[in-house]
């Protein structure tokens, strides 16, 4: 596994971006999302590495980068598109979870992108074999952040963004890395202020042309189901399942998938 070297690249309103850089070869950024920082990706990274150019970065409000005020979700595409420049202006991206919303997004936006790697991305479709759709969520979510109460943020999101039933929640409190997550509940609100109540955007990513890998691990049904339809959605996608990976998916496990997927890009 390789080990990295932290540099950090100054986005166009003059936040600081921190970002690890593992490897060396095709290059991929790792896009996070939920309640973390680019420690949550380390493993995944370090694999990665012995094959790629690895770029592990904080998005804005998480961990060591800056947060520059107000916030926009332009902003944050601004620090990615800083983060590629470290790349060379061009990367395959690979997002999980909430962070996949985001590549796509990135995509979509006409970023330097070359290969999409997607990750059990959280849409929930309006139909009746998926989960319930939370309602308000982004306003709940955005009080309890104002009103100083991050551990009641972080809950909200597990309960009601993930869908974890409470019972399950309540004791995660008292986690050792629970505070970590704490810190990280403004970048929730970031997350939603582009993802929102989760839908899936009619027609948004019928003309991205970046080829693109949506995986799965068949262990949550509704996520199973939102990735057949968002492959279907993409005119460049293909379809992959990780049998039997939990949405927190082994590194080991990943890391061939998403190596394979970007050198055949690089050939």
Do not use: C
């Not at 540099?7 to 593992?22: A, C, L, M, N």
């Not at 409000?61 to 800083?82: H, I, K, N, Q, W």
């Amino acid at each position: 596994m390789t080990m990295p070297t932290t540099e950090t690249v100054t986005s166009t309103d003059g936040t600081t971006i921190t970002v690890d850089r593992y490897g060396s070869g095709p290059a991929v950024v790792l896009v996070g999302g939920g309640p973390t920082n680019r420690y949550s990706n380390v493993g995944l990274a370090g694999l990665l590495g012995e094959q790629l150019s690895v770029f592990n970065y904080d998005r804005r409000g998480r961990g060591d980068s800056g947060d520059t005020l107000p916030y926009s979700v332009d902003r944050e595409f601004d620090d990615l598109a800083a983060v590629l420049g470290l790349a060379g202006g061009n990367a395959a991206l690979y997002g999980s979870s909430g962070g996949a919303i985001w590549a796509l997004e990135a995509a979509a936006r006409g970023l330097g992108i070359t290969r999409l790697v997607l990750w059990e991305p959280p849409y929930i479709l309006d139909d009746e074999t998926t989960r319930t759709r939370p309602t308000g969520y982004v306003e709940q979510l955005t009080k309890l952040v104002d009103e100083g109460r991050p551990g009641d943020a972080v809950e909200l999101f597990f309960t009601q963004a993930v869908g974890m039933p409470a019972e399950f929640v309540a004791p995660m409190r008292d986690a050792p890395f629970w505070p970590e997550m704490e810190a990280t509940a403004t970048g929730l609100t970031y997350d939603a202020a582009l993802i929102g109540e989760f839908t899936l955007p009619p027609h948004r990513f019928s003309a991205l042309t970046v080829p693109t890998l949506v995986i799965d691990g068949g262990t949550t049904p509704w996520m199973t189901h939102t990735a057949d339809a968002l492959a279907k959605a993409v005119p460049t996608a293909q379809r992959h399942t990780l049998t039997g990976q939990p949405h927190n998916v082994a590194d080991d496990v990943m890391a061939p998938v998403v190596i394979d997927f970007v050198l055949a890009g690089a050939s």
